[in-house]
């Protein structure tokens, strides 16, 4: 069975920018939760996607945003980049969630903002 | 709020000696506790996970974590490094509405 991908793996942006990052999650899975994880602020919890509704998110500012469709993919929107955004985005998916099933992750999309 | 503590940022042990990597947590709410491991260029793994069955949780790659109520604890242990354990291990702490993780401890293993 496929694994978690994510794409792109590697994005430089500008400030001032907005930039989509894909996910596709293991197939059967239609739980889908994203991650931010930084030098500075380490992991941090963006949000969880459940069967295209978003479950709950995490402390971050209206400009992430979410997104899942039926086949259970989903995407991530961050618009008016900051410098602070860069970091590695990861996502998981897991079967029913990620608090009770276990989460698979992919390997990340690294985004630099210049 | 629920939050983690990892003691120690890096922890250096010798191939065979025992690993102890130490969390302790905080939550109003009975938890649910992780241990993920992330190599390099990758995302994490789940070693384990605690959620209430049995107090003592065995994971992948002979880990295996105690959870301690009163001590709001749950370290990690292996009885015996291997050199392929060396990477970054993250505690992680999670309830309906938030998921929280320590700040990692970067485990090294000396020959």
């Known amino acids: 069975k496929a694994g978690v991908t994510q794409t792109p793996r590697y994005l430089i942006k500008t400030r001032g920018q907005q930039v989509t990052l894909s996910c596709s999650p293991i197939s059967g899975h239609r739980s889908v939760s994203w991650y931010q994880q930084t030098p500075g602020q380490g992991l941090q919890f963006l949000f969880e996607?459940?069967?295209?509704?978003?479950?709950n998110k995490g402390n971050f500012p209206g400009r992430f945003s979410g997104r899942q469709f039926s086949n259970s993919r989903s995407e991530m929107n961050v618009s008016t980049l900051e410098l602070g955004d860069s970091a590695l985005y990861l996502c998981?998916?897991?079967?029913?969630?990620?608090?009770?099933?276990?989460?698979?992750f992919g390997p990340g999309t690294r985004l630099t903002v210049l | 709020a629920q939050s983690v503590t990892q003691l120690g940022s890096h922890v250096s042990v010798s191939e065979g000696a025992l690993v102890l990597l130490r969390c302790n947590y905080s939550?109003?709410?009975?938890?649910?506790l992780f241990w993920y491991v992330q190599y390099p260029n990758q995302g994490l793994q789940l070693l384990l996970k605690?959620?209430?069955?049995?107090?003592l949780v065995k994971g992948i790659n002979g880990f295996e974590a105690e959870f301690k109520k009163s001590e709001t604890s749950f370290h990690l242990t292996k009885p015996s490094a291997h050199m392929s354990d060396a990477a970054e291990y993250f505690c992680a702490v999670s309830d309906i509405d938030d998921m929280r993780f320590g700040a990692g401890t970067r485990l090294t293993v000396k020959p």
């Open positions: 996607y459940f069967s295209e509704t978003q479950r």
């Open positions: 939550s109003s709410v009975p938890p649910y």
């Open positions: 998981a998916s897991s079967l029913g969630g990620r608090q009770t099933d276990t989460q698979y």
């Open positions: 605690y959620t209430s069955a049995a107090t």
